[in-house]
């Protein structure tokens, strides 16, 4: 059986040609079959490896070089510094996707606002949005039951009960004209996006980033709809592709929003648009 330190050394150079993160990727992993913080390995890296652990990490490896994301492979991923379960129901939170909780939380805080995530997935937007204003009430809505479930057990192990869980399609599943604030992260990718072919992306539910109209759809359907579940001067913030920003902003402005601003991501990239409805006339 190997040491610690020669099982990271070896999965390095087995993981170098996919990944350029090798030695992080061979770290979560092992730390994650230990049950350790990283750190440990560094600590004691002499320490042998059971039979058992050996087969296990070396099973995981054999995932990761077939292209399995590491957050699935582990069962988890963080989000807002909140630890999330994840599976293949849903999608893997982005770091990205932080800047609509950013813009959220620099609206105003009002104490008894109503907010609405829309296709939640691991709940990960909802419940960094509760963790954040426990005040709130934020309903999470998903046309997956399987991934609803999922947000439903994070909620749980975070102890977040301030979430309500509807299943449905996007606003269809809300109470109307009641909400402040209506957020979503909805599929964007274009079905022959060629960066769709070549990444970890295809190993993700499809639904959950594919429309059709060069992925465009959902997001002209969500902003149409929204204004029949906006309060006055409600606000809908959504997240799009970089090259999108400019064709979400004209639909935004068709469909009588104001103020409709895109927001650059730490990349510098267009990746969220928000805009107000005073009311649906």
Known sequence: MQAIKQALENTQHQLAAISTTALLDAEILLAHVLNVQRGYLYTYPERTLSPEEQNQFNDLINK?????????????CEFWSLDLIVTPDTLIPRPETELLVELILELPNIPDLQVADLGTGSGAIALALAHERPQWTIYATDLSTAALNVAKMNAERLQINTIIFCQGAWCGALPKSQFDIIVSNPPYV?????????????????SALIAEEQGLNDIYHIIDEARYYLKPRGCLLLEHGF????????????????????????????????????IYS
């Open 64 to 76: 990761r070089i077939q292209g399995q994301p590491i957050p699935y492979l582990t069962g988890h």
């Open 190 to 206: 274009a079905k022959d996006d060629p960066f769709l072919q070549a990444s970890v992306l295809t190993t993700e539910p499809i």
């Open 243 to 278: 090259s999108q920003a400019q064709a979400v902003q004209h639909k935004f402005l068709e469909l009588g929003y104001t103020d409709v601003k895109s927001k650059r991501d730490f990349s510098g990239l267009n990746r969220v648009t928000t805009g107000f409805f005073d």
